[in-house]
């Protein structure tokens, strides 16, 4: 992943994983895959991890403890009322910044 | 009142179980899973320099959890930390700001700030 898709990622990401989990609780592991499936293909599992820890202290998500078969207990993680509050101002901010850029992108061409 | 100046000196003795507890998990992983979560702790605790215990304490349980998980999963160090490591770990960091030595300092420089600031109005 160039260094600017990097950068650029991390002011999303949080907005990204707030989409994929609405309506669709999901533990860890499975938002990696989600996120490589839509082709975010070089994401690490751990930065992905730091950012659920970080929306689980904002009170964006409701965590659930599960048994797996393998390994240690896993943290399911749904989206809660917050949560969709945030990422309504995550698709309004998203929206005013992209209709910025294609102006200035239409007056460069 | 006794264990209160003691504990001032020494650090909780809660925490201290709960560290040797977390050493106990890491010493459990698989080898290369040991030595990347090793690793990690050492930039993490100097980078860090987080003063307070029990926000030390959380940073190293997730980062045992996250681990251990991966293990389990089969997931490749690599995959875990991926081409940046340094760039992992200061993503992770981020989250146990709290507990930072330099909050102290950032405090001070905000109102410093909102001081001059102030002043120039007046």
Do not use: C, H
Not at chain 1, 68 to 97: C, H, I
């Amino acid at each position: 992943m160039g260094k600017q898709m990097t950068e650029m990622l991390k002011g999303t990401l949080e907005g990204i994983v707030l989409a994929l989990l609405t309506g669709n609780p999901a533990y860890g592991y499975e938002i990696t895959t989600q996120l490589r499936a839509k082709g975010f293909s070089d994401i690490a599992e751990g930065t992905v991890y730091a950012l659920l820890v970080r929306i689980e202290q904002k009170g964006l998500v409701d965590v659930e403890k599960r048994p797996s078969e393998k390994g240690p207990p896993r943290k399911v993680y749904s989206l809660n009322a917050q949560g969709e509050k945030e990422l309504d101002e995550f698709w309004t901010t998203w929206s005013f910044l992209s209709e910025r850029l294609e102006q200035l992108r239409e007056r460069e061409a | 009142m006794a264990a209160g100046w003691i504990e001032q000196l020494t650090g909780s003795l809660e925490q201290k179980k709960q560290y040797k507890r977390y050493k106990k998990r890491v010493e459990q992983l698989p080898a290369d899973y040991r030595t990347a979560a090793t690793a990690l702790e050492r930039y993490l605790t100097y980078f860090g320099a987080i003063a307070k215990g029990d926000v030390l304490l959380a940073m190293l349980e997730d980062l045992a959890d996250l681990f251990e998980q991966s293990a389990a999963d089969g997931t490749s160090i690599r995959e875990i930390v991926g081409d940046d490591p340094v760039e992992f770990a200061e993503t992770f960091i981020r989250n146990y700001a709290d507990g930072q030595w330099i909050n102290k300092e950032r405090e001070r420089l905000i109102k410093a700030i909102d001081a001059a600031s102030e002043e120039g109005k007046r």
